[in-house]
C-alpha cells in the first residue's frame, strides 16, 4: 500500500469525525485529567519500515495512563517469563476494570494484567526485582526510541493517589490473598506514577512498535522482547485490552489495543504498523469515543485486519 | 509454505501427543456422548487453496455440539444484519458456557453468540424466520461443501433433551426477559438437534473453509458470507470461543477458533487455512484436553498465528 | 390488655392511613393480579383466646400468593420433619424472591422456603408423599378452620402460569441440579395452584392462629403441628418471611410475618394473636405498602413487639 | 422459674457438651488469637432481677471482638437517632463477614452494621461525633456496668492491624464510595482497638443486660438506650448478628445475639436475661462451635424463646 493511502485516509476520516457530533464524557474522577482540553483529536501511524502518518494533535502530549500496563507486563514477561502467570491470568474479565467483585470468587487472581488488580500485580513483581522500578521503566522506553522526552507527570500520579481509593482497596485486598509481596503503598506509588507517563500520539506509536515489528531492535540493537512473548502480549490486547469492550473493539476495529482513561488508545496491526489516536471523551464503557469511532472506520477502509 | 511441512509437522506432532498422558475427562453429563471411546484422536488441515493434510481418527465422525453454533449465526448474521446485536453481545462472558448469573446483571442480553444463552437467542432469530430451521441449516451446510454425508443425530439430539434441564432453565429464563419469541420447547428442540450434528475433522475443515478463504463460494458458486460480515465472526471466535478459556486459547494458539463439548475444536487462520482437531477429553475448562494441546503446537511449530 | 384498645387502635390507624397517601404500585407482572380494585384495605386481628377484631375490606376475597408459603412448609416439616433441610437452607438470602444467582454459588439449594425456589422444594417434597398434594392442602387448612368457603382460584394459577417463564427457568434449575424429584411442569401446577388459594384478612387470621397459639386444636382436636417446630417456623418468617426486605421488617414491626405478591400480609405474636392486612398496592421491594405501614405504626401503638 | 433450674440447666449442660468431641477450629488468620487455650469454655447468665448462674471458665476473660459492634451501634444510634439508617442498612447480607461482593452492587451502602463494612462506617460516625471515641465507648462500658476492670488489650489491636489487609481493602473501598468522613487510618485505628475489648462471660452478661431489661439504668441512673432503639437493635441482631449463620441461630435458639471471633457469643430473652458463652474454637460460619451447640439445648431445655 503506497504511502499516499494511509494519509488520504487518515485525514480525511480525522475531518469526517471532527465534523461529527462526540457524544463522549471526559472522565471526572481524576480532577486533573478532567482539565483537559475535551476537544483534542489526534491520529498518528507509524509502519513497520518507518514511514509516518499523522493528523490533528497528534504531536500534543497526554496522560497515557492504563496503555503504559503494556509496557509493564512486557519488561516482567521478558524477564521473569510464563512464571508470572501464576499470579494474573490471561482471561477478559466481562466486568469493569476496576471490579472487585471477581477477584473474591478467583482467590486474588487477577483476571488478566490490563484490569487494575493485575496491573498491580506486575507492579509489584517489578518492585521485588528492581530497586527502583519507575527509572527501569523509563529507561526501557528511552532505549526503545531513543526519545528522552518521555517522562512522569508527577503532579497527575500525586493527584490520582489523593482520590485513588478504589485503587488502594483493590491493592489491599490483593495483599490479603497474599498475592502482593511489598507495602501495598510502595505498590500503589509505582502504579500511580506508571499510569502518569505522558506521550504525543507520534511517541506513543514510536514506543509500541516493537510489538508488530518482529525484527525491532532497540537503540542498543538488541531484540526489545522474543517473537513468541510479543504476539502473546498482543493476545492478551485482543481479549482483554478494553475492559468489558474487548470483545467489542475486536469485532469493530479487529486489532489488538490498549485503550487509557485519558482518551488514547494504541492498536497494531502485527507486521504492518501501529497506531495511536487521542480524544479525551470517553464512551459509556471508558474507552475514547472519537477513538474507538477512528479506528473501526480506519480498519474498515484500509480493509485490513488480523481477520 | 510446501505441502510436505504441513503434513510433516501434523503427523509428528500427533505421534508426539499419542504418548504423552491424556490428563482430559470425557463429558458425562450427556449420557450417548460419554459412550464414545476416549481414545479417538485426529486432526484434518484444509488450505484456502484446497491442499488437505490429516492424521489419526480424522475421517472418523463425531458430534460437533457447540462448533455448529457458529454455522447458526453465520446464517442469521448474514440473513438479519446487525439488528442481531440488540438481542446477544459480542463480549467475553468471563463466566462458564450455561451460566445464568449475567443474564441477571445483564437483563436476559446473553454476553455473545456462542454460550448456551447467546445461541438460543440465534436459534429463536431462525425460527421465527424458516418454517423449517433445520432442514434450512442442513441446506446451507450441504451447499457449502456438496457432501449431503452431514446430518444430525436425532437419538442424541432426544438424549441431549431428556436430561438438559439447564438449558430449559436458559430459555425459559431468556422467555422471561422477552428475548425470546417462539415456544421454548420449539426453540430447544431446534437448539438440541443443531448440537447433534455429526462430521469427521475433514468435514468440519471443509465447512468452515469460508470463514478462512475471503473468495469462498459455495457449490451454487455464490459467497456465503460478505467479508466484512466473515471478520467479525472471525473476532468473536477470538474473544469468545472457548467459553471462559478463550483467552487462554488466544494467547497459546493464537487463532480464531471454536470448541465442543464432544472434544472437537475448529480453528483458522485467515487467508490461509482451517483446521480441525478431536479428541473426547476434556480439560477442566471443557474444551479438549489433547486438541489444545495439538493446536498450541502446530501454530507454535509453523510459526505463524494472526498475532 | 382490654378488647376495645385493639379495636380502637386497628380502626384509629385504619383511618389515619387511609388519608395519607399510597406511594405503593400494584404488581402488574401477573395479569389477573392487576386488575384488583387498588384501593381495597382491610385488617383482622384474632387473638389466641379468639376475640377478633376488624376494619376495611377485612372480610373480602384475596389472593394470598405466597402467603401460602408458610402453609406447605408446615405440611411438610411435620411430615417429613428435619430430613426438609438437606434440601433447602434457613437463610435470608439477602436478594429478591426469584433470584436464581444464589442457587449457582449455592448449587442448588435455595436459601430458604419462603424463596420461590425453595417453595418448589417443598412442593415436590409434597408431591412425592401425596397422590393430590393439592387436596391435601385444602384438607388442611379447612381442617384448622372448619371453613370450606377457602378455596384455590383456577383461573388465576392458570394465568400465572401462562406467563410464569421465570418460575419455569428456577424450577427446571433446580432440577439440574437434582433438587427437584419429580416432573417440573407437575412441581409448578401445584406451586402455581397452592399461590392462587383466596381468603378474606380474616380468614387468614383464623388460619395462621396455629403460629401464635401453642395449645391450638384443629377441627379434629388435634394440634397442627408440635410446639418446637412452629417456634421454628416462626423464626424462619422472623428472617426470610419478606424476601430482601425480611430485615427492615424485622426492624420496623418485630414480628415474624409473611407476605404476598398480592398486598396480603400476615403477622403474629406468639401466646397473643394472629393479624392479617391487605393492600394491593406494592412497595419497590414486592411488599403491601399500606400493609408495611399498618403494622409498624400497630406495633408501635401497642408497645409490643416479640423484642 | 426458680433459681435452681437454671444453675441445673446451665451446670448439665456444660458437663454434656464438655463430654462431646469439639469439631471446630480456633481462628487462625489473628495470631494474637490463635494463642489462647482452645479448651475454655465458660458460660454466665444474668437475669433482668441480677440473679446470675455461671459454669466452667465464665470469669475468663477474653478478645469479645465482634460482639463490641452492639455497644458503638448502641451509642451511635442513641446519639444520632435514625439519621445512621442512611448509611447503613438493616438487612442480612447473605454473605460472609468480609464480603465485599455486596459493597459493589449496593454503591457502597453496608447491608447492616454487624458485618465489618457496616461497624466500620458506625466507627467513622463515632470518629466524627468524638475526639476520643476509643475513651468514650469505654466509659460508656463502665458507666453500665460500674466495673472499670473492662479494657482493650492494645496488643492484640495492634496484631490484628498488621495483617488486617482485608479490612483495610473493605474501608478504603467505602471511603471510595464516600460512606467514610474521615481518615481510613484512622477509622480502623478504632475499629481494631474496640474489637479488642475483653471481657468475661460474667462481665458480657452484665453488659447488654440493658436491651433485655427495659427498666435498665446505668451506674448514673439513667437509661442506656430508649426501649423503641433497644428492640431495633434486637431485631437486628436477629435477623443479622451471626453472619450467615443467623438465620440458622434464629431457627435453633430462637433469640437475639452476637457472635465474636475469639469464640464468644452473647444472646438475650427480652424481659428475662442476657447470657454470653465463650468456648474459642468455631465452626465453618465462624461462630463459637460449643457456644452455638449450648445455646440450642438451652433454649430448647428451658422451652423458652422469642417465638
Redesign the interface.
Known amino acids: 500500500m503506497p504511502n499516499t493511502d494511509y494519509q488520504n485516509i487518515i485525514q480525511q476520516l480525522y475531518e469526517q469525525i471532527q465534523s461529527e457530533e462526540n457524544f463522549g464524557e471526559v472522565a471526572t474522577y481524576i480532577p486533573e485529567l478532567s482539565k483537559v482540553n475535551p476537544d483534542y483529536f489526534g491520529i498518528h501511524l507509524t509502519t513497520i519500515d518507518k514511514r509516518e502518518f499523522g493528523a490533528g494533535d497528534h504531536l500534543t502530549k497526554f496522560s497515557i495512563q492504563s496503555i503504559s500496563k503494556v509496557l509493564s507486563l512486557s519488561i516482567a514477561y521478558e524477564l521473569l517469563g510464563d512464571a508470572i502467570w501464576e499470579r494474573v491470568?490471561?482471561?477478559?474479565?466481562?466486568?469493569a476494570f476496576n471490579?472487585?467483585?471477581?477477584l473474591?470468587s478467583d482467590y486474588g487472581i487477577p483476571?488478566?494484567p490490563f484490569i487494575n488488580a493485575g496491573a498491580m500485580v506486575i507492579c509489584d513483581m517489578l518492585l521485588s526485582h528492581f530497586k527502583h522500578p519507575d527509572q527501569e521503566l523509563l529507561q526501557y522506553i528511552h532505549d526503545i526510541t531513543g526519545n528522552s522526552d518521555i517522562q512522569y507527570n508527577p503532579l497527575l500520579a500525586a493527584s490520582e493517589k489523593k482520590i485513588g481509593?478504589?485503587n488502594?482497596?483493590?491493592c489491599?485486598?490483593l495483599?490479603?490473598f497474599d498475592n502482593i509481596e511489598n507495602r501495598?503503598e510502595d505498590v500503589l506509588d509505582f502504579y500511580f506514577k506508571m499510569c502518569s507517563l505522558e506521550m504525543t500520539c507520534q511517541e506513543l506509536s514510536h514506543v509500541f512498535l516493537f510489538l508488530a515489528d518482529e525484527n525491532f531492535l532497540n537503540q542498543h540493537h538488541k531484540p526489545v522482547i522474543t517473537?513468541?512473548k510479543?504476539?502473546?502480549i498482543?493476545?492478551?490486547m485482543?481479549?482483554?485490552g478494553f475492559y468489558?469492550?474487548?470483545?467489542?473493539f475486536?469485532?469493530?476495529v479487529?486489532l489488538?489495543g490498549k485503550s487509557g482513561v485519558g482518551g488514547g488508545i494504541i492498536a497494531l496491526h502485527?507486521d504492518k504498523y501501529c497506531i495511536a489516536v487521542w480524544s479525551p471523551k470517553l464512551n459509556a464503557k471508558g474507552n475514547s469515543y472519537k477513538g474507538m469511532k477512528f479506528l473501526e472506520m480506519f480498519t474498515?477502509s484500509v480493509?485490513s485486519?488480523?481477520?
Chains 1, 2, 3, 4 share one sequence.
Open positions: 491470568d490471561v482471561e477478559p474479565s466481562g466486568t471490579s472487585l467483585l471477581q473474591e483476571r488478566n481509593y478504589r488502594f482497596a483493590l489491599y485486598y495483599k490479603s501495598p517473537l513468541s510479543a504476539k502473546r498482543n493476545a492478551i485482543q481479549t482483554c468489558d469492550e474487548s470483545g467489542e475486536s469485532f469493530r479487529g489488538p502485527p474498515t480493509e485486519s488480523i481477520f
